[in-house]
């Protein structure tokens, strides 16, 4: 039998202290070092050691002042999906196929799908509809048929995004449609007078772009719902639009 290795001199440190040490590590030690044991992998993937690391990474979730705006994803897991993104590692497979056919007239182009991935769900536009299909047990690919179908548009959805539960997607038809995933309410109402480019949604508040050369603020209060409360003229069409964290 072998005799028992002795306990490391490190772990007679306190845990404030042994934090402090791996804060001057950057995300390539703190890697390695939760490659060690089970204790310090624990140790290494505390939220507080990844801040730091997170605030200098492209879209990690947190804003020029600190805000954190995704606090219930782990620092870590948004350090490694910023890092990946940056330099273009990925898993290359085919996960979906599906057959489509649009008619596009001369002036307008082909769009390429739109997605968002939310818990266990991805969220893909396919032509003027949204599907939600869910994520097969340890990320070995798609279920084949969507969970739950999000209609509304008379031509493509140019884009979408997911917020509280809520789905706001802007069209090829100038009109945007608010759904909620886990219902049956949705909402929809005449927006531009071409394409819907782009919009997002927060706080009460939608705001969109389009090729018509404008972006717009739209309330969704009681009484209220689909009212243009803003619009902004520009030189040319909006392809990004963006509510800012702090309203």
Known sequence: SRAASPLSP???????????????LDAQALGRLAQVCRRLRFLSSRDL??????????????????????????VKERVKVSQNWKHGRCRRETVLKWK?????????SFLMPWMELDGEYLYLS??????????CAEGTGLQRHPQAIF?????????????????????????IVLHKIHGS?????????QEVNCV??????????????TAKVWSLSAGR???????????????????????
């Open 185 to 193: 309410y949705n909402v929809k109402f005449s927006a531009h007078e």
């Open 200 to 213: 997002d949604f927060q706080g009460g508040l939608i705001v969109s772009g389009s090729r018509d050369r």
């Open 126 to 135: 396919q032509a003027e509809n949204i599907q939600a299909y869910h994520l």
């Open 10 to 24: 490190l772990w007679a440190l306190p845990e404030e202290l042994l934090l402090l040490i791996c804060s001057y």
């Open 151 to 175: 209609s509304g548009h008379q031509e493509d959805v140019c884009r979408f995004v997911l917020v509280n539960s809520h789905i706001v997607s802007g069209g090829g038809d100038g009109s």
């Open 225 to 247: 719902v689909g009212q243009c409360l803003h619009t902004v003229q520009t030189e040319d069409r909006v392809w990004s639009i963006a509510i800012s964290p702090l309203l």
């Open 49 to 74: 050691l990844w801040r730091r690391i997170a605030r200098g990474c492209l879209n990690s979730g947190f804003t020029q002042l600190g805000t954190d705006l995704a606090a219930g994803i782990p």
């Open 100 to 108: 489509c056919k649009q008619v596009a007239s001369f002036s307008s």
